[in-house]
């Protein structure tokens, strides 16, 4: 959020440590920073850590950690960074991090969004109502009080102060504003101090363990504490189960102190608590099962059981039960035992996900965080181009907002790693929304790792959130609608994979998803229907309306989130596709198997130095090119119409190659293809969102309502035994 940090570089290369042992010698080992910053003045390595994993660095390593008037260092890494003339700093988060981090993400989406002016006057007049510093809803809400989005443009001009790190913006009803920075910040030391003297849930005290216990405990605790009075007054004698609660109030140190927590039910202790292993065998199981079953020499129990016998043997120590070897075994974490056997990638696999507060990325603010997700139809489609006429399954790739989980964007694409329809997508978001997020929460899939991702996101000043590795996210809303949307168009189609398991098959010869076949139009036509005039107009869940609405009312509360576009030529640019083009002497620009021309290119002096190149993904007839500092829009001079092709999908054209070379030959013949096939189904994808966006348009001019989409699609019968059988594609 530094205005002096210009660009941020992730996990940069290693660097080399060395570590001087005295007598053992040198030790040399490698590090990798966390971040490569490149700032105003100069690069830097930084190293992050949190308040507690610092403190545990300083206990356990007080070597390599250490503290330099007053500020906390790696030592190795320090030397090592000074040698390559780089300066090496740790940066430590406290608990105000996760409160602190959110508030900055707003008020740095507030300012990319062309925040309100407010006049001198407006502004005076606010101050003289911080006088008790009252909170934004008070503010707000008072007569003549200002518009949210007033105070938060001035809370990110620091105009007016509040305490950023202790509340959070988002709760208007309890974030307190004040006019002078130096009262927000004695607020927020004692607001702090509040939250860190609070009892925390590790606690002893007779006043946490209340707080903790279940009303079935606290219920327990009141009944048993009434029984012990009887005693403690001297009405009746003591059962032997009011010992062990009289020896509880008679010890200070069993007792937390209160003597309702001391009649707290104790699960704990109950049970056999002497270990029936000696030492000895403990030992020998732990080394056993540290060396065979750890590091995935042995693979069944029954087998490590007889290693254990045969070293207990060698001691003359008696030997152990299976049952107790199972025990021990399930102590081991299941990552270790899979990083022992499969090594890193299977300690990946095996370890469980993390907590859902780190796995899924949520807000409270509409328009701040947007989710893509991409799921497969069922189903092939076909349409009118010969290339093209039978696709493979679509791919549907949808923006929502995080807050209201309202549809933003979405567009078909042929691929599980498109980025031709990733960058369709997003401009079909920046086209209805006409704003880009300021961040966006992805899986990690091959098309968000891209270097065209990488760049498009920065264009827009926009930030990824990645999804952990360990914590796939199912259940959602936006997994539904989905899952919801496919169901509807797909399995509902006579001849889908559903239908299969029913004998419905279109033909009994051949496999149903390869005759499954829809329109793409109709696919099209009712996806957007669902999303943009369905989803977004019905309620979900327990939220307060519909994602429409939701967005409404929380452009009221906090105005316009995210940066503001314009789709005009450079945003086409920007979010077109970068392609490898070659120049022919003759022929002009080529790409895949089409040629592209423009007049303008008649004025630059040959030969051309082209800087850059991007294929216009909702028109590939378009082709963009940077020349001499300009771009130039150059276009197809067949028009949409690429070279012949035989009834096998050959292109009837001689392919100039090495001519000693064949596999080269062969191998750019098929990269041309495979290119111009992708060219082919972008059209077809294009043609039929024209051909619905047409329709809509005259549907909407037409005085008569217009019919919406049934829920099952109405297509002409196709008689499939004339049409080429498709192989099954795995």
């Known amino acids: 959020m530094s205005s002096d940090v210009l660009e941020i570089w992730d996990q940069p290369k290693p660097i080399q440590l060395r570590r001087d042992r005295g007598v053992k010698g040198t030790h040399v080992s490698t590090y990798t920073p966390d971040y490569l910053l490149l700032r105003r003045d100069g690069p830097a390595l930084v190293e992050c850590k949190t308040a507690k994993g610092l403190a545990r660095k300083l206990a356990d390593k007080p070597e390599d950690w250490n503290y330099v008037d007053g500020v906390p260092y790696f030592v190795p890494a320090r030397t090592a960074a000074e040698k390559i003339g780089l300066p090496h700093e740790v940066y430590v988060t406290d608990d105000t991090a996760s409160r602190y981090l959110a508030n900055l993400e707003f008020l740095h989406a ?31 809400s008072a007569r003549r009080g200002p518009e949210p989005a007033v105070i938060y443009a001035l809370l990110a001009s620091s105009r007016i102060f509040g305490a950023l790190k202790a509340q959070l913006l988002s709760q208007q009803d309890t974030f307190r504003i004040f006019a002078d920075r130096a009262q927000a910040d004695e607020f927020q030391e004692h607001l702090l101090q509040t939250y860190r003297t609070a009892l925390d849930e590790s606690s002893e005290t007779d006043l946490a363990a209340l707080l903790r216990a279940t009303p079935a405990a606290l219920a327990h605790a009141t009944k048993v504490y009434e029984q012990i009075k009887e005693v403690l007054d001297g009405k009746r004698k003591p059962t032997r189960n009011d010992y062990r609660y009289l020896r509880r109030l008679s010890d200070p140190e069993a007792s937390p102190g209160h003597p309702l927590a001391a009649c707290l039910p104790d699960y704990r ?7 029936r292993l000696t030492p000895d065998q403990v030992r020998i199981a732990q080394d056993v099962i540290q060396s065979h079953w750890v590091l995935g020499r042995c693979k069944d129990q029954s087998q490590l059981l007889g290693h254990v016998d045969a070293a207990c043997s060698e001691e003359s120590i008696p030997k152990i039960s299976k049952s107790a070897l199972r025990n021990m075994c399930l102590k081991i974490a299941p990552e270790q035992v899979a990083y022992g056997r499969l090594g890193i990638r299977g300690y990946h696999a095996a370890r469980p996900p993390v907590s859902a507060e780190h796995a899924t990325v949520r807000c409270e603010i509409p328009g701040l965080i947007s989710h893509i997700d991409s799921t497969q139809f069922d189903v092939r489609s076909w349409s009118i181009f010969k290339l093209s006429m039978f696709c493979e399954p679509p791919w549907f790739y ?24 990733l960058s369709l997508a997003f401009r079909d978001m920046g086209a209805r929304q006409k704003r880009v997020p300021p961040y966006i929460a992805q ?25 952990a590795s360990g914590a796939p996210r199912f259940g959602g809303l936006e997994e539904t609608a989905l899952k919801q949307i496919n169901f509807r168009i797909a399995n509902r189609l006579d001849g889908a994979t559903w239908a299969d398991q029913h004998n419905r098959a279109a033909s009994g010869n051949k496999k149903s998803r390869a005759t499954a076949r829809l329109e793409l139009a109709i696919i099209i036509q009712e996806a957007r229907h669902f999303w943009f005039h369905e989803w977004n107009k019905t309620t979900h869940g327990t939220a307060d309306g519909c994602p429409d609405g939701l967005l409404a009312q929380g452009v009221q509360e906090f105005g316009h989130i995210g940066h503001h576009v314009t789709c005009d030529l450079s945003y086409l640019i920007a979010t077109s596709i970068p392609v490898d083009i070659t120049l022919n002497k003759r022929k002009g620009l080529r790409c895949g198997y089409r040629e592209y021309w423009s007049d303008e290119l008649n004025a630059i002096r040959r030969p051309y130095k082209f800087e850059e190149t991007r294929l216009d993904p909702a028109n590939p007839s378009t082709l963009y090119v940077r020349c001499d500092g300009r771009w130039i829009t150059t276009h197809s001079r067949d028009h949409g119409v690429i070279l012949p092709l035989s009834d096998e999908g050959k292109f009837f054209e001689n392919y100039r190659g090495r001519s000693n070379s064949r596999t080269a030959r062969e191998e750019g013949r098929q990269s041309h293809e495979r290119i111009a096939k992708r060219m082919e189904q972008l059209e077809a994808s294009a043609a039929a969102a024209a051909a619905c966006d047409e329709a809509d348009s005259g549907a909407a001019n037409s005085t008569t309502p217009p019919a919406s989409p049934s829920i099952k699609p109405q297509i002409e019968s196709i008689d499939f035994d004339r049409l080429p059988d498709i192989p099954f594609l795995p």
């Open 110 to 140: 507030v300012q990319l969004s062309q925040p309100v002016e407010v006049s001198d006057a407006d502004y005076k007049r606010l101050l003289e109502r911080l006088t008790d510093s009252p909170t934004i809803f008070d503010l707000c």
């Open 269 to 275: 202790s109950r049970g056999n608590r002497v270990p």
């Open 398 to 421: 949808v923006f929502y907002d995080e807050a209201t989980d309202k549809a933003l964007g979405a567009w078909l694409g042929f691929g599980k790693s498109d980025r031709f329809a």
């Open 443 to 467: 899986d990690r899939g091959g098309e968000y790792g891209s270097t065209f991702w990488e760049q498009l996101l920065p264009r827009f000043n926009s930030a990824k959130y990645s999804r």
